[in-house]
C-alpha cells in the first residue's frame, strides 16, 4: 500500500503555491536558460566543428606581392600542399565601414548562404551577416563607395571568417566597421585590380595528425615559400584567430554557464533547507505521532523531500523544454551577435540533460536529505514534547536593558534567524555578482576609451609596411626590400618622428598568446617621455605590466612568431599606455637587436596626418577608432546581455529576499498575532520583524561589495585574459556601488510591501492555536 | 458600569455546519470586578472573553467599554484599545520565544505611558532571577508568571485570562490564582477569568455560568475565599 501522506503533497503545494511558483519560475528561467545555451552552444560547436569538413575550410594562407607563376606553384605543391586562389580586395564603403570582397568560392572556404540569395550578375554583392546586422543593412539594400554601388542579394557566412579579423594581429576583431563579401567572377574584375592582395589558401594533400605535427609542417612550409616568392603574410589556420577564435570561445563560456546553474540550485536547496526546517518545527506534534505509530524516519524524510525535488524536476522538464525551443533561439541569437556562424541544426545534447536535470535534482536531493535527516534525528518523545533543540538548551544571548527594547527586539530577531540571514548573505553576494558584472561592463568599456583617448602615444601611428620576407627566408631579398623600404617612406612632415617596431609573441601558456609590439625610440623623442638612453633596460606599457603582474626589475622573456628564438629584457619602468601589449627601447638598441640595420625604422608618430608618404607603404594607421576597436566589439557583443544579466540577477536577489523574509514571518507568525493582541499595531510590528530583516539586508549589501569586488577583481582578469588579446584594466566607477546599493534597497524595498502585507494578515487567532 | 454586554450573538460556520455559539448575551461587569466565566467545553466562554477582548468580532449587540463602544471602532482604534485597556493571559502562556523572560515584560511595558516597574514586577511575580532565559528554559509556572507581568505592566484596566491555569499542576495553579488574586487587589484591575476549574469560582466577585451559548447563572459571591483557601 503507497503512504496515505502523499495525499498531503498537493495540500501542501497550494497552500504554499506562492513559494512554490516563484521557485519554480526561477528554476523554469534558469534551467531554460543554461540548457538553452548548452543546447545552442553544443549544436553550433558542433556545426562550427563539422564545417571544416562541410565547407572545406584552408589549413592556412599566404599573401604574395604578384600572382606567383605555374612553375613556382608547382613547386610550393611540392611540398605537399595544393594551393587556392583567393584573391580579395578592400574597398572603402560610404558608410564609413571597410568591406573585403572575393569571388565567390567553390573549392575550398566555401559560404553558407543565410538569407536571400547569392549575387548572380556584376553589381549584386552577398555580405557577412553580422556585418549586416551590425550596420543595419536589409537584403536589397544598395551599399556604395565612392561611384561604385552594389545591391545586396543576400546574407552569407563565409567558412574562414566566422570571427571578423581584418588582420590577424588585431587584438580584437571587429564586425562593425569591417566585412566580408562576395561578388560573381565578372563583377570582381570589374574591381579595381590595383588593390588585388594576391592571398592563396594551402590544402595538405595528408592531413597533420595533431596540433604539433600541424605547426612543424606550416614551418616547413613557411620555409619553402620563403625559397618561392616574396611573401607579405604566412597564416597557417591554427593560428588564424578569424578562423579559430569563435571555436576557442564558444567553449569557453561553458564552465561559467554551469557554475551560475549550480550556484544558482544549490542556493535554492538551502532556501528549500530552511523552509523544511521550519515546517518540521510547526509539525513536529504530527511529526512525534507518525513516528510513535511506527512511521520510519526514512518514510518522513522521503515525505518532507517530496515537493522540493518535484519542483526541481518539473524545473528541469519545462526548462528543458524551453531549453530546446525558445530560448535555445536567444542563446544561439547571442552567438550570431558576436560571430558570423554558419546554419546549425539542434543536436540533443546528453551533456546539457546531466547538467540541467541529473545534476539539480541530486542536489536538492544531497541538501534536503542531509538537512531532514540531522532535523529527524531526535527521537518522537522529543517531538511530541516539541523539544527539537537536540542538544543543550541555548542560553540567550546578554543585550544591555540600556537598549531600548526595539533595538533589543530586532536584535532577538536577528539572532533567531541567522541560518536564514546566511542564506541571504550567500543569495546577495551571488545575485550582487551577477548585477556587479551587468553594471560594470559599460563603464568599463567607456573609461577604456577614455583612458586610450587621453594616453595616446601620438595621435597618428603609422605602422608602415614591412614585407614578412624581410624578416624570414630569402637573405637578399631582405636587404633589398629594406633598403627600398628605408627610401620610400621619408616625410618632410615635421610633427613626424619615426621609430621602429617589431613584433614577438608572449610565451605560451593556458591564456591566449599576446602579440607584444617593441618600439624603437629616437633619443629626446617628443612622443615617449621616459628615461630609455642608458639601454640597460626597457619601458613596457601599463597594459603589459597589469596583464602580466610585472614590476621595474621584473625580467621580460618574449619570442619570435613563427619560430623559437626568445628574447629576454629586463622591465626598467612601467609607461602610462593602455592601448597595447607594448615595449619601449632606444631605437638603436631594438634595430641591433633584431638585426634590422642602422636606419631600419618601421612607422612614425604624428600628431598630425602624414600625406606624403605612399600608400602602399602604409600598413596600418593607429589612431582612436583602431585602438578603441577591442571596446567597441566588446560593446556590442556584450552589451545586449547586459540587460539580461541585470534582470536576472534582480529576479534572484528577489526571489532569495522574498522567500526568506517570508519564512521568517511565518515562523514568526504566532509572535506576531500575539503583538497585536497585546496591542501594537502593524506598523510597529512591521518595525520589529521587517527592519531586522532591512538591518540585515543593508549590512548585507554594504559588507558583501568588498568581496564582490574581490571577487570581480580575479573573474574579470580571468575573463580578459582568456576572452581578448590586449588588455582592458577593471576600473570601477564609485557610482556602481551606489547603483548596486540602490538597486539592492529598491528591489528589498518591493518585498517589504510584500511582507508588510502578509504581518497585516496574521489573524489574531494565531496565538490562540494551542502551540507552546 | 464598566464592562457592559448588551444582546451579543456569534455564530461559526454557514449553512447547515452553522453553530450559534453565543446566542444574545447580556451581562455587566464592575470596576475592579472580578469576574470568572464558567462553563463545559463549547459554552461560547472563550468566544466571549476574545468579543470582549477586540480580537473577536460579534455578530449582533454591543460592547462599552468605560463608554468606548468596541463594534464602531476599525483595526486601528481597536489596537489602540486593546493597547490602553487590555492585559490577555493564555493558558498557552504565548511568550515570545526569541526574546528573554524580562524582554517579553519590556514588550508589554513599551505599550503604556506609565507602566509599572519592571524590576520590582519581576519581584513581585518571584521570576527576577530568571529574567536572562528564554521562555524554553523556564518551567510552565515561571513562563505564566512571565505573561501575567508581560499582561499587567502596562496596568491594564481590564485583565482578561484564558484558563491560565488549564496547563499547570495543583500547587503551581494556586501560585498563578494567589498573582492574580494580588494583582486584582493591589493595582485594583478588573479580571474577566474563563476557566474550567469550577473551585475558582469561590475567588471571585461575579459568577457567570454559561451553556450552549446563553448565561444560566449571574450571581455575585457574597462569601468568596483567598486563592490560597482553595481546594479542589
Known amino acids: 500500500m503507497k503512504s496515505p501522506l502523499r495525499k498531503r503533497l498537493p495540500r501542501e503545494l497550494k497552500s504554499e503555491i506562492g513559494k512554490y511558483l516563484v521557485v519554480l519560475i526561477l528554476m523554469i528561467a534558469t534551467i531554460g536558460f543554461v540548457s538553452g545555451f548548452l543546447v545552442a552552444d553544443g549544436s553550433m560547436l558542433k556545426a562550427y566543428n563539422e564545417g571544416f569538413e562541410k565547407y572545406k575550410i584552408e589549413d592556412g594562407n599566404f599573401r604574395v606581392k604578384k600572382k606567383i607563376t605555374k612553375s613556382q606553384r608547382e613547386n610550393i605543391e611540392k611540398n605537399g600542399v595544393t594551393l587556392y586562389e583567393n584573391f580579395y580586395l578592400e574597398e572603402a564603403l560610404d558608410n564609413g565601414s571597410t568591406m573585403r570582397i572575393f569571388k565567390n568560392r567553390e573549392e ?302 530586532r536584535l532577538r530577531v536577528i539572532f533567531q534567524n541567522m541560518s536564514n540571514y546566511i542564506v541571504l548573505f550567500i543569495g546577495i553576494i551571488f545575485a550582487n555578482l551577477l548585477l556587479f558584472f551587468g553594471l560594470l561592463l559599460p563603464s568599463v568599456l567607456s573609461h577604456y576609451q577614455q583612458d586610450i583617448q587621453s594616453n595616446m602615444l601620438a595621435k597618428y601611428q603609422y605602422m608602415l609596411e614591412v614585407p614578412v620576407s624581410a624578416m624570414s627566408g630569402n637573405k637578399l631579398d631582405s636587404m633589398l626590400e629594406l633598403l627600398q623600404f628605408s627610401y620610400g617612406t621619408k616625410t618632410e612632415n615635421e610633427d613626424a618622428e619615426a621609430f621602429s617596431a617589431y613584433s614577438l609573441e608572449t610565451l605560451p601558456s593556458k591564456y591566449k598568446t599576446d602579440e607584444v609590439i617593441l618600439y624603437g625610440i629616437k633619443p629626446d623623442s617628443k612622443y ?59 631605437q638603436e638598441q631594438l634595430n641591433d637587436t633584431f638585426d634590422l640595420g642602422n636606419d631600419y625604422f618601421s612607422g612614425y608618430f604624428s600628431n598630425s596626418k602624414i600625406k606624403d608618404i605612399d600608400g602602399k607603404y602604409i600598413g596600418s594607421v593607429l589612431d582612436l577608432e583602431a585602438l578603441t576597436k577591442i571596446s567597441r566589439q566588446l560593446d556590442v557583443s556584450m552589451g545586449n546581455m547586459m540587460g539580461m544579466v541585470n534582470a536576472f540577477a534582480i529576479g534572484i536577489y528577489m526571489v532569495v529576499i522574498y522567500l526568506l523574509s517570508k519564512i521568517i514571518i511565518e515562523k514568526n507568525a504566532q509572535a506576531i498575532s500575539m503583538t497585536k493582541i497585546l496591542g501594537y499595531t502593524n506598523g510597529e510590528i512591521s518595525r520589529l520583524y521587517i527592519w531586522s530583516t532591512t538591518i540585515v539586508v543593508i549590512i548585507c549589501l554594504l559588507l558583501s561589495l568588498p568581496i564582490e569586488k574581490a571577487v570581480m577583481n580575479v573573474l574579470f582578469r580571468e575573463m580578459m585574459l582568456t576572452s581578448i588579446s590586449g588588455w582592458i584594466a577593471l576600473w570601477i566607477d564609485p557610482k556602481i556601488y551606489v547603483e548596486m546599493f540602490l538597486i539592492g534597497i529598491g528591489t528589498y524595498a518591493v518585498v517589504a510591501i510584500l511582507e508588510y502585507r502578509r504581518i497585516k494578515h496574521v489573524p489574531m487567532g494565531e496565538a490562540l492555536k494551542n502551540v507552546e | 458600569m464598566f464592562l457592559e454586554i448588551k444582546g451579543i450573538k456569534k455564530s461559526f460556520g454557514t449553512g447547515d455546519s452553522r453553530v450559534n455559539v453565543l446566542k444574545g448575551l447580556d451581562l455587566e461587569i464592575e470596576r475592579g470586578e472580578f469576574c470568572v466565566l464558567l462553563g463545559p467545553s463549547g459554552s461560547g466562554k472563550s468566544t466571549l472573553l476574545n468579543i470582549i477582548g477586540g480580537i473577536d468580532g460579534a455578530d449582533e449587540g454591543s460592547i462599552t467599554i468605560d463608554g468606548e463602544q468596541l463594534e464602531d471602532m476599525t483595526e486601528k482604534k481597536l489596537s489602540l484599545y486593546r493597547r490602553k485597556h487590555l492585559g490577555y493571559i493564555f493558558q498557552m502562556y504565548n511568550l515570545i520565544p526569541n526574546l528573554t523572560l524580562r524582554e517579553n515584560i519590556e514588550v508589554g511595558a513599551y505599550l503604556s505611558d506609565r507602566p509599572l516597574d519592571v524590576d520590582e514586577l519581576m519581584h513581585t511575580l518571584g521570576i527576577y532571577e530568571h529574567q536572562n532565559k528564554l521562555p524554553n528554559q523556564l518551567s510552565g509556572g515561571q513562563q505564566q508568571r512571565t505573561a501575567i507581568g508581560r499582561a499587567i505592566v502596562k496596568n491594564p484596566d481590564i485583565l482578561l485570562c484564558d484558563e491560565p491555569t488549564g496547563a499547570l499542576d495543583y500547587n503551581t495553579s494556586k501560585e498563578i490564582l494567589k498573582l492574580i488574586e494580588t494583582v486584582n487587589q493591589k493595582y485594583g484591575n478588573t479580571i474577566v477569568m474563563v476557566t474550567h476549574n469550577d473551585a475558582i469560582k469561590d475567588m471571585a466577585d461575579r459568577v457567570v455560568k454559561l451553556r450552549d451559548g446563553m448565561i444560566r447563572k449571574n450571581y455575585c459571591n457574597e462569601h468568596k475565599l483567598s486563592a490560597s483557601e482553595l481546594e479542589w
Open chain 1, 108 to 409: 575550398v572556404n566555401l559560404v553558407c548562404l543565410m538569407e536571400g540569395k547569392l549575387p548572380e550578375k556584376a553589381g549584386e554583392m552577398a555580405i557577412d551577416r553580422m556585418y549586416a546586422d551590425n550596420n543595419g543593412i536589409s537584403v536589397g539594400d544598395t551599399l556604395k563607395s565612392g561611384s561604385k554601388e552594389w545591391k545586396v542579394t543576400g546574407f552569407v557566412a563565409l567558412s574562414d571568417y566566422s570571427c571578423l579579423f581584418q588582420n590577424n594581429n588585431d587584438s580584437m576583431f571587429d564586425a562593425v566597421k569591417f566585412g566580408v563579401s562576395i561578388v560573381t567572377p565578372e563583377e570582381f574584375e570589374s574591381l579595381d585590380q590595383k588593390k588585388l592582395q594576391y592571398s592563396y589558401s594551402w590544402v595538405y594533400d595528408k592531413a597533420p595528425k595533431n596540433e604539433k605535427q600541424e605547426k612543424k609542417m606550416s614551418e616547413d612550409l613557411m620555409e619553402a615559400l620563403g625559397e618561392e616568392v616574396t611573401l607579405e603574410s604566412f597564416v597557417p589556420q591554427y593560428l588564424n584567430q578569424a578562423i579559430t577564435f569563435t571555436g576557442d570561445d564558444m567553449g569557453s563560456d561553458r564552465a561559467m554557464m554551469t557554475m551560475l546553474l549550480y550556484m544558482i540550485i544549490v542556493i535554492i536547496a538551502f532556501v528549500f533547507g530552511i523552509t523544511i526546517s521550519n515546517t518540521i518545527r510547526k509539525e513536529a506534534g504530527v511529526i512525534g505521532t507518525l513516528r510513535a505509530s511506527g512511521y520510519t524516519r526514512k518514510e518522513l524524510i522521503g515525505h518532507y523531500m517530496a515537493l522540493p525535488v518535484i519542483v526541481t524536476l518539473i524545473g528541469a522538464v519545462i526548462g528543458n523544454i524551453l531549453g530546446y525551443t525558445a530560448l535555445k533561439n536567444v542563446c544561439a541569437g547571442m552567438y550570431y551577435g558576436s560571430y558570423s556562424l554558419p546554419t546549425y541544426v539542434t543536436v540533443w545534447n546528453a551533456d546539457a540533460f546531466w547538467m540541467t536535470t541529473v545534476v539539480p535534482v541530486l542536489i536538492m536531493l544531497v541538501v534536503n536529505y542531509g538537512i531532514l535527516r540531522y532535523k529527524l534525528r531526535l527521537s518522537p518523545l522529543k517531538f511530541l514534547r516539541r523539544d527539537l533543540s537536540g542538544s543543550r538548551r541555548k542560553r540567550a544571548v546578554r543585550l544591555s536593558p540600556k537598549l531600548g527594547i526595539f533595538h533589543r527586539f
Open chain 1, 528 to 586: 615617449i617621455d621616459a628615461d630609455l638612453e642608458d639601454g640597460d633596460g626597457v619601458y613596457i606599457s601599463s597594459a603589459y605590466a597589469e596583464k602580466f603582474l610585472l614590476k621595474s626589475g621584473d625580467s621580460i622573456t618574449l619570442k619570435e612568431k613563427y619560430e623559437k628564438t626568445k628574447y629576454t629584457f629586463e622591465v626598467k619602468g612601467i609607461y602610462k599606455y593602455s592601448g597595447g601589449i607594448c615595449v619601449f627601447m632606444p
